[in-house]
C-alpha cells in the first residue's frame, strides 16, 4: 500500500525558516518523481519545487533562492527546506510522488503559516 506521509509545518515569523519532510512507502522510492506542491485559501494548489528527469529540480519564480528541495532515497523521504519566509508562503503544502507507471499519490498535506 503506497503511502505518502508529509511533516514539518507550523507556524513561523516572517524571515524565519521551516523544513519539510515527505515520507513515501510502498513504492520505489528512487526512481519516483518526488515533488512539493502548495495551496493557499481560496487560490489553486501550484508547484513549489519538484525534481525532473535526471534528477535536476525545478522551483516555481516566487520561491527561487528560497526554497531548496531534497532526497534521500536511502530514508524513502523527500524534503523542502524554506528560508526567508514570507506571509505569501502560507499554504498547505503537499507532497507528490509519480511513480514510473504515471500514477500520482499525494500526501494529506501540512499546514504552513506566516505570520508575526
Known amino acids: 500500500q503506497v503511502q505518502v506521509v508529509e511533516s514539518g509545518g507550523g507556524l513561523v515569523q516572517p524571515g524565519g525558516s521551516l523544513r519539510l519532510s515527505c515520507l513515501a512507502s510502498g513504492i520505489i522510492f528512487r526512481i519516483a518523481n518526488m515533488g512539493w506542491h502548495r495551496q493557499a485559501p481560496g487560490k489553486q494548489r501550484e508547484l513549489a519545487a519538484t525534481?525532473?528527469?535526471?534528477?535536476?529540480?525545478n522551483y516555481a519564480d516566487s520561491v527561487k533562492g528560497r526554497f531548496t528541495i531534497s532526497r534521500d532515497n536511502t530514508k524513502n523521504t523527500v524534503y523542502l527546506q524554506m528560508d526567508n519566509l514570507k506571509p505569501e508562503d502560507t499554504a498547505v503544502y503537499y507532497c507528490?510522488?509519480?511513480?514510473?507507471?504515471?500514477?500520482?499519490?499525494w500526501g494529506q498535506g501540512t499546514q504552513v503559516t506566516v505570520s508575526s
Open positions: 525534481f525532473t528527469g535526471g534528477g535536476d529540480t
Open positions: 507528490r510522488a509519480v511513480l514510473a507507471s504515471g500514477r500520482t499519490y
